[in-house]
């Protein structure tokens, strides 16, 4: 029939750390969003690069979820398995409302 369409009711933002100041951290994005684009529950949404100190940044990346079956664990450890990928946390967690899930699509798509 037509394309299932997954209800996202969760927001997941992590702060990824690389091992070092040489780490190519918008190849990190592209191997995140390989990862994500495996989950059946979970979508990337956006990541932003944050200076940290002395040189070294972090990653920041939202992640959308499905309440149903939440593997937000599983994607951490999956990240954390990367060569380059220092830590992963987790900065935020909520649940969408009818405003953010408005304020997040005028984003996305945007």
């Known amino acids: 029939m037509g394309k299932e369409i997954k209800k996202f009711n969760t927001v997941a933002k992590l702060r990824i750390m690389p091992k070092g100041t040489d780490v ?4 990190m ?14 979508k990337f ?5 944050k200076p940290i100190a002395f040189g070294l ?8 979820i ?7 664990e599983g ?10 990928a220092e830590s992963v ?10 405003i953010k899930i408005y304020t997040l699509r005028a ?3 945007t």
């Open 66 to 72: 499905t309440e149903a079956d939440s593997e937000l």
């Open 107 to 109: 984003n996305y798509y």
């Open 75 to 84: 994607i951490e450890d999956k990240i954390s398995d990367l060569p380059y």
């Open 29 to 42: 994005e592209s191997d995140i969003r390989e990862i994500l684009s495996k989950c059946r529950s979970s």
């Open 57 to 64: 940044s972090a990653l920041e990346t939202v992640i959308l």
């Open 24 to 27: 190519d951290l918008k190849k």
């Open 45 to 49: 949404h956006s990541s932003e690069i």
């Open 89 to 98: 946390t987790e900065t935020d967690i909520y649940l969408l409302s009818d």
